[in-house]
């Protein structure tokens, strides 16, 4: 089991910075990827950014240029810097990771953390 902390959601206007984190405990020796993902009421839980152990990094088209996603390996934990944000940046964003056990990848979520970006 992975057990996952988040922290650094919050309110900002238009244009702010937010640093989410999020550290892992538990079984951490086999994750591999470690990401955030966002849901907006009323819409579906969708990918923000993933970073592999190698440090390989996936962006959603709509943060491109804007978030940044970095880990470190050593205290097992994630960041989302987050930078312009805009109000359709509103959302409760989740941690994930997904570590690799028996053939079977595995994935945990943390609890999320709410960021509500004011116009």
């Known amino acids: 089991q992975v057990q996952l902390v988040e922290s650094g959601g919050g309110l900002v206007q238009a244009g702010g910075s937010l640093r989410l984190s999020c550290a892992a405990s538990?079984?951490?020796?086999?994750?591999?990827?470690m990401g955030w993902y966002r849901q907006a009421p009323g819409k579906q839980r969708e990918l923000v950014a993933a970073?592999?152990?190698?440090?390989?990094?996936n962006y959603a088209d709509s943060v491109k240029g804007r978030f940044t996603i970095s880990r470190d390996n050593a205290k097992i934990t994630v960041y989302l810097q987050m930078n312009s944000l805009k109000p359709e940046d509103t959302a409760v964003y989740y941690c994930?990771?997904?570590?690799?056990?028996?053939?079977?990848?595995?994935?945990?979520w943390g609890q999320g953390t709410q960021v509500t970006v004011s116009s």
């Open positions: 994930k990771t997904e570590r690799r056990f028996s053939g079977l990848t595995l994935a945990s």
């Open positions: 538990g079984s951490t020796s086999s994750i591999d990827v």
């Open positions: 970073i592999a152990r190698s440090g390989s990094t």
